[in-house]
């Protein structure tokens, strides 16, 4: 932690060699955290397995389902064990991260590894409509925290890494090194410096070669585009990113809603609120298996021919309640994949409408595409993550077009609905529910943090001497065409010079909004 005048200039010393210090421990970031969301990966598909076999042992022997609820009961039991012993393994773990980097909790590291790499994984073998990737998240992000402490980096630095390790987490979780980028940039971190983008590219890149040595070459998702969609056929683009933006935006009520009415269990603690999903996994995976775990059998399912409309409908609202039921009870896991099994399926649905009306049957799987990323750029509110996400897990770049288009539709759709996105609503909710956190060891302490300066802002084309910039704060580098300037009074700033600024760490974030006002459009 840096403190007073003297760590002061020290900070202004250190921040030269960040940049190279940055893309080391970016790698070592990525190869730590690539190897334990992997062993996490194959932990999970492996407890998912184990859910299916007992499923399908207690199908044949029905006298034994009375003992596989038992058996459920006691699983949700030890689950809210971990839950009570570190609270901030609950849900996916991105909202944590994001208020971690913040500065607005302080998670401790060893805890949360140890904690949700094992709740998640009791979770999957209970048979959660839960995903790997939330989590993977949550895990890059603690090993990024743990390699600053072990390390005695500043605040500054630690977020870096904790930023650099989520990529990590999402590249190994699904193969997708440029999304991991994206969505640690755009959603965790939220501003795309320099110093940030060479820690975050050489974590997720380096994850992204350890997880596909283990993986292999092959797509994520199973579906094959056999052919570009027409530009005549459009139309079925917009109709379904006005169905996605609306069905998200509803996934998004019913999942804070969902989370509301567990509040008034007043017979479970918050802890043992995993117990309800369990139960109910065990009732609905007895008749309905597909719609169970994190989504890989719908996968397969999806590539099967002659699915019907009327079943694909069903497995919607059956997936749907699963997904925000285990979500919502607080289990350790997340809404990425399920949320993207959703999108499938809605995809499956309009297709097959758009089948009737005349578009020709080869261009099926392509809906599932776009409604994916449609369904996503609902939720998340983070479209260019969605569609890179989407090309990735998809292997072709034949949708990036009609991916583009239906993922800003569904976006728009659910801006004009007033959905907020998912992650924001749990921020706010974490944050809510968050005894008062002290902030006395960083009433001394400095942090350095970069903006560029936006089109149209209201520092673009100003000198500095007339800015309005927050106290505490002090702009110490002006960044243009690669050369810095030593920032004075009469310096005038243009669009796209990277400006460093100094600030008070106790009063990081009032200091960061009223700066965003400041640099950005």
């Known amino acids: 932690m840096i403190k007073n005048q003297s760590d002061t200039a020290n900070i202004l010393r250190e921040r030269s060699k960040l940049n190279k210090r940055l893309a080391?421990?970016?790698l070592l970031v990525g190869i730590v955290s690539g190897a334990v969301c992997i062993v996490?990966?194959?932990?999970?598909?492996?407890?998912?397995?184990?859910?299916?076999?007992?499923?399908?042992?207690?199908?044949?022997?029905?006298?034994?389902?009375?003992?596989?609820?038992?058996?459920?009961i006691v699983l949700g039991l030890i689950i809210s064990i971990f839950l009570k012993w570190e609270p901030m393994i609950g849900g996916s773990g991105i909202p944590q991260?994001?208020?971690?980097?913040?500065?607005r909790i302080d998670e401790c590291w060893w805890r949360v590894l140890l904690a949700k790499f094992c709740a998640g994984a009791l979770a999957l073998v209970g048979g959660l409509s839960l995903g790997r990737e939330g989590p993977s998240i949550q895990l890059g992000g603690m090993i990024g925290k743990a390699l600053a402490k072990k390390g005695k980096r500043v605040k500054t630095e630690e977020r870096y890494l904790m930023t650099a390790g989520a990529a990590a987490g999402l590249s190994a979780a699904f193969n997708a090194p440029l999304a991991g980028i994206m969505f640690a940039l755009e959603e965790v971190h939220k501003n795309f410096s320099t110093s940030a983008l060479v820690s975050v590219m050489i974590a997720s890149i380096t994850a992204d070669f350890l997880s596909r040595n283990i993986f292999g070459l092959s797509p994520t998702l199973a579906f094959s585009?056999?052919?570009?969609?027409?530009?005549?056929?459009?139309?079925?683009?917009?109709?379904?990113?006005?169905?996605?933006?609306?069905?998200?935006?509803?996934?998004?009520?019913?999942?804070?809603?969902?989370?509301?009415?567990?509040?008034?269990?007043?017979?479970?603690?918050?802890?043992?609120?995993?117990?309800?999903?369990?139960?109910l996994s065990g009732i609905l995976g007895f008749y309905c298996p597909l719609v169970m775990g994190g989504g890989h059998k719908l996968v397969e399912y999806?590539?099967?021919?002659?699915?019907?409309?009327?079943t694909l409908v069903l497995l919607f609202i059956l997936k749907l309640l699963i997904s925000c039921v285990s979500f919502g009870s607080g289990a350790a896991g997340g809404i990425f994949f399920p949320l993207l099994i959703?999108?499938?399926?809605?995809?499956?649905?309009?297709?097959?409408?758009?089948?009737?009306?005349?578009?020709p049957s080869e261009y099926f799987m392509n809906f599932i595409i776009m409604a994916m990323a449609a369904y996503f750029s609902a939720i998340v509110r983070a479209p260019i993550t969605g569609i890179v996400l989407i090309a990735e897990m998809s292997g072709t770049l034949k949708m990036l077009l009609p991916i583009s288009l239906v993922s800003f539709v569904s976006y728009y759709v659910a801006n004009l609905l007033h959905s907020e996105?998912?992650?924001?609503?749990?921020?706010?909710?974490?944050?809510?529910?968050?005894p008062y956190h002290s902030m006395d060891?960083?009433?001394?302490?400095?942090?350095?943090?970069?903006?560029?300066?936006?089109?149209?802002s209201n520092a673009c084309d100003h000198y500095i001497k007339d800015l309005q910039l927050p106290r505490r704060s002090l702009i110490v580098s002006v960044i243009r065409g690669g050369e810095e300037i030593i920032p004075k009074g009469d310096t005038k700033l243009i669009s796209g010079d990277r400006i460093i600024v100094l600030v008070d760490a106790f009063h990081l974030d009032e200091t960061k909004l009223m700066l965003e006002s400041v640099f950005t459009s």
């Open 302 to 310: 999806l590539n099967e021919p002659n699915l019907v409309l009327s």
């Open 441 to 456: 060891e960083y009433a001394d302490s400095k942090e350095l943090i970069g903006y560029t300066v936006g089109f149209g």
């Open 225 to 279: 585009i056999k052919e570009t969609f027409p530009l005549k056929n459009y139309i079925w683009v917009i109709i379904l990113g006005i169905v996605a933006g609306v069905l998200g935006a509803f996934y998004n009520k019913v999942t804070m809603g969902t989370i509301k009415l567990y509040k008034k269990t007043p017979f479970l603690k918050k802890h043992q609120r995993v117990i309800i999903p369990l139960v």
């Open 97 to 103: 991260l994001e208020a971690e980097v913040q500065g």
């Open 24 to 26: 080391y421990e970016g």
């Open 342 to 359: 959703l999108g499938s399926l809605i995809g499956a649905s309009v297709g097959k409408i758009a089948i009737m009306c005349g578009v």
């Open 40 to 72: 996490y990966r194959l932990v999970l598909s492996n407890a998912e397995s184990i859910y299916f076999t007992i499923r399908d042992f207690v199908a044949h022997n029905v006298s034994c389902w009375p003992l596989w609820i038992i058996g459920l």
């Open 421 to 434: 996105p998912i992650y924001e609503s749990l921020l706010t909710n974490l944050l809510n529910n968050q």
